[in-house]
């Protein structure tokens, strides 16, 4: 069975500062990796996707990841955090291969920005 | 465009009894997908349905059910309800199988079981 683990639980940042979150997948087949982001008292968005091709995605509010197939990890940046990314952040894989069309979350990052 | 619909938004139930949620999907959209969040185990999935057809279904008990109509709308159902069954409970819908076509999530169905 996949799994899906997110190295940090909560992370707090002061506006401005770089980010990375850590994520790494366990499974050695072709997998759809997702990074979804939950707001306070919102609903789940995605941020960005990777199926092929480019290892570099860029995403929505100037979020990207790079997915690294020799270490199984799909790590979310961002250059300049500002206060309003302060949510809960997700990332998620997807078996590709068989059909199953489940997807497999980690536990989450709180990200908190300081102002 | 209208998002996913969950209804109730929130609901509070006893040990031992029953509950339905429903999902009513983006127009279009023909694949729904359950997901259960808790503190504890984060989000897994429960069942994935499409064309009125159960395609997938997570590790959780048979308490755990659910349908799809032909207006693509989805209900799931609890029996015999434990106190673990509180969570958040997620529907996704995409327009065809797979997070790939684009998952747009609902709000939730809160559910409290007292």
């Known amino acids: 069975a996949q799994s899906v683990s997110q190295h940090n639980h909560h992370v707090i940042l002061s506006e401005a500062a770089s980010l990375e979150l850590g994520c790494n997948y366990s499974?050695?087949?072709?997998?759809?990796l997702f990074w979804y982001v939950q707001y306070p008292g919102q609903h789940l968005q995605l941020l960005l996707k990777y199926f092929s091709g480019d290892p570099l995605v860029k995403g929505i509010k100037g979020f990207e990841a790079e997915f690294i197939k020799s270490k199984f990890s799909f790590n979310l940046r961002k250059p300049s955090v500002q206060w309003s990314d302060t949510a809960e952040y997700f990332c998620?894989?997807?078996?590709?291969?068989?059909?199953?069309?489940?997807?497999?979350f980690g536990k989450g990052t709180k990200l908190s920005v300081i102002p | 465009k209208a998002g996913v619909t969950q209804t109730p938004r929130y609901l509070i139930k006893t040990r031992g009894q029953q509950v339905t949620l429903s999902c009513s999907p983006i127009?279009?959209?023909?694949?729904v997908s359950w997901y259960q969040q808790t503190p504890g185990q984060g989000l897994q999935f429960l069942f994935e349905y499409f064309s009125e057809t159960q395609r997938n279904k997570g590790n959780f008990p048979g308490r755990f059910s659910g349908r799809q109509f032909s207006n693509s709308r989805s209900e799931m159902n609890v029996s015999t309800l434990e106190l673990g069954d509180s969570a958040l409970y997620l529907c996704a819908s995409s327009r065809q199988r797979g997070a790939g076509h684009g998952y747009t999530f609902g709000s939730g169905t809160r559910l409290t079981v007292v």
């Open positions: 127009s279009g959209h023909r694949s």
């Open positions: 499974y050695g087949g072709t997998v759809n």
């Open positions: 998620a894989v997807e078996n590709s291969g068989a059909g199953s069309y489940q997807l497999t």
